[in-house]
């Protein structure tokens, strides 16, 4: 990101430029957006992303109290169009729950929802949610295989102690970030109490506690959050009680009971073992992969005959890779706490080793390509069907995709590339074309399905126009293609699917 | 085994002594045996294992059809008891599934239920179905640590070779063992085929396939096989039909409909995936076992929290170690196949190291308590509730129990064992009491939870014993003990639980 050079922040939405503000100062903003709410508890919203934005809608729109919201970011290239955004009248999320645009609309209407730069929100708020990132650090190779990684908390900690030189002396800061376990405790509390002390207050009132969403962004993204179980903990016997109560206001706790736990310390641990537990589900399933090719069976077929069982549900398929803000540095934050807020001598080397599994899946399915090709791919034609990293979403942070064409652009392919839900693909700065048809105009040499969106799945329209092509290597990195498809293409095409070593099948 | 020396088997049922038979010659009952079933078809069932006596209970109480079942086993002193069982009308199995004595009673009824030493029963069969065991032989360190292991296909190979030699040409034989991905198709069809050649036969009616139970022994022993989904696979189409055909008489595949793959390495590679899905999602959990102890969390708490989500329910506990006889092996067999039977250069890394990791538990369990009681074990004594592997059974079969009784030993402990469904411990070749009350009228040092059996689950009279013994160190390895009962305890003991930091939680 280019903070410093760039003066001004663009929507990706409505392309609109927004100048970078000199000042953050917006105090008169904000009181004349809390002088249409007195007496309602405030709530701040501390990062705009993919999950503090909509849980700020949820907020906005919680169950059995009015609270007046304000979600903050910074004045950022990459943040401030979001603040401008809601405040205008766009919502800085694009999705396919119809519920977003109904919270917001809503939100609109009770004109209960405003964002800003200015960390003075905070000396407003009754609550604040940290919802902003805290990332790992990896140093990849060339096929965006894992090296090694570093855990730095400076930012978090910056954006902590803007809470603590700002907020009342009485406040619930309610961590939702994903952080290493026992962040809350050692780091969040004590940096807290560190800036009360130096602003001369108290400590004794000050309210800490950690719970976790489980937002799936998609087209049940507000249920992820306001209909569904959520796991919380308070760092003292006042804090629990407070995060309950307020998540009881917000959550529809008589459906999806809350879960309260003994310490920060295992709420945290929670959420990055649910991600950790599928990362090396994947993971474990590669070297079935590669077994599975050699014995020319079809992986996909036996996966969903072991779905069978109740208490094998939850295995899992392979594929191109794993994408995604959670799974693909969930295990690493983890084992980072270990060693370094528990002072442990181990690692947790499987799941270190489930993440370095899985972030080399593109590059296998890069070379498993090339051994199939045989050919250079320099100057060869490739169309990628799916840039995202999941089915039928627009999310490409981690994507594996990134991984396959780092390797097919450096082996000099040309490469085109499509996807219903990505317009601009951000990470690779290129655009993303929508019209397949268009697309299929052209002859490829190589035609490769790297998302699993439902366009792509027995899409009778898709095999006629591929069966009308010239002849071309067909890879299905996913296993998206049915038995009936192959056998359909493979009249004039060579098929190939990852995972699969008999396609006779 | 004292195959050699001993001439006589033992039931363990009744302590009946059985000569062993001088000669395997048992045509004349065989003969006699079919002449009250006329016309109806005989299966013969190889092996009369946990596996194959149950297996030959449910075809002589199929759905659809009448059959001549007959068992058959080696008459060695480990088994030539069994089949004199079956026919004196003591079944060789002791389950809590009321339906064995049901289904037993019924084929004792019906004269339906033969069992045998003779290879000429297989002269006999329509069909033959093969539960023997193929066993991975496994070197261990002192606790039980895996060191190497290997696979030797003779014994297996022989079993074959046994119905190859005496089965009519056109017979169907289904592998039910838990092989090698690979066998039926490499080992078993061509062995058949060639001992058919021999005879001077033709192979051309020969009928070979797959299919794998998932039987479970306990309270839904009989369901767990006649009522619940299953895998099948033939070597060529003919023999896919009659697998399939015959499996219909004998499964309730209305309610749970047959799964065909395409391939019997398939249906192979699914059985073995199956349990190595199992054994790895144990041996992810062990290293966050140990940093829930370092980070004070009770890693029980936290994994019944993930298990709220539906794409999370198989999330495994840790605990003493992993016994049975699939989860501790099915790895190292898929393993080794993937490289004697597809001449890959790689072994399944990650599953292998599951198995490692799991087989280390029962030798980590014991540090921890060393670690912890510091003071010499010699001379101790040490109660451990519950020998078997698996709550609620009587199986010891591989149960981690006894790497950590081993450990004990070695130590100079002395030890008591309490387990309210083991009588003997054959493995160790010892008792096992059942009265707990007995036990406890004496005082020990150290008392251990080593299976989670319901007698030790949440029981006031057992708490109200333990509270009245001498000051002693409780040690629960499984997490069987709730936070009230710890604190309860704690007034006077010592306590302390596998994967729980804090224990006042």
Known sequence: METILKTVSRSPITNKDYPIPATVNDQAGIDQFLSVHPGKKVVVVQGMGFVGSVMGLVVANAITEEYAVIGIDLPTPASWWKICSINEGVFPVLASDPKISEYYAKSREKKNYYATCDPYAYSKADVVIV??????????????????YTVDLTPFKKAVESIGNNCRQDVLVLVETTVPPGTTEKVVKPL???????RGLPVDQLKVGHSYERVMPGPKYIDSIQNFYRVFAGTDAMSTEAVEKFLRTVIRTDEFPLTRLGHT???????????????????FMVEWSRFAEEASVDIYEVVNAIRMRPTHKNIMLPGLGVGGYCLTKDPLLASWARMNLFNSNDPLLQSEKGVRINDKMPLYAFEYLQSQYKDSLSGKKVLLLGVSYLNDVGDTRYTPVEGFYNQLQEAGAEISLHDPHVLYWEEKDTWVTQDLNKLLEQDYDIITITTGH?????????????????????????????????KTLSDKHMVRVLGRGDLQG
């Open 454 to 486: 439902k366009e792509y799945r027995s899409n009778p329209a898709l095999m006629a126009k591929l069966q009308e092509k010239t002849p071309a290597v067909i890879y299905d990195t996913i296993g998206v293609l049915t038995n009936e498809e192959i």
């Open 131 to 148: 919802d902003i990132n805290l990332d790992v650090k990896k140093q990849t190779g060339p096929g965006h295989e894992l090296l090694d």
């Open 265 to 283: 310390n295992a709420t945290e641990m929670a959420k990055v073992l649910e991600n950790s537990f599928r990362a090396m589900n994947i993971a």
């Open 192 to 198: 807290l109490q560190e800036c009360l002390q130096k």
